[in-house]
């Protein structure tokens, strides 16, 4: 949990969402931020993420996801 906290924060130093760049914390994994609920998050719990432009870095989390009724498994 610690580590995800870490990571979380070193996304939120080096990057900016908007960034036409992937955001990747230091052990190389890529992170998004959710449209639903904001939270910054590795995209192992998104389902969906990604896209053209802006779009790049946003997704939707597994969590949201569950809630909004598209997932059955949270
Ligand atoms: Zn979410």
Redesign the pocket.
């Known amino acids: 949990m610690t580590d995800l906290k870490e990571a979380r924060e070193y996304i939120r130093e080096n990057y900016n969402v908007d960034d036409e760049i992937h955001m990747r914390d230091r052990s190389g994994r890529r992170w998004c931020q ?6 910054l ?1 590795p995209t192992d719990d998104m389902p969906i993420f990604g896209g053209p432009g802006r779009e790049m870095n946003r997704g ?6 569950y809630y909004l009724g598209y997932i059955n498994i949270p």
Request: charged letters at 15%; aromatic letters at 0%.
């Open positions: 959710c449209i639903h609920c904001g939270e998050m939707q989390c597994r969590q949201c996801l």
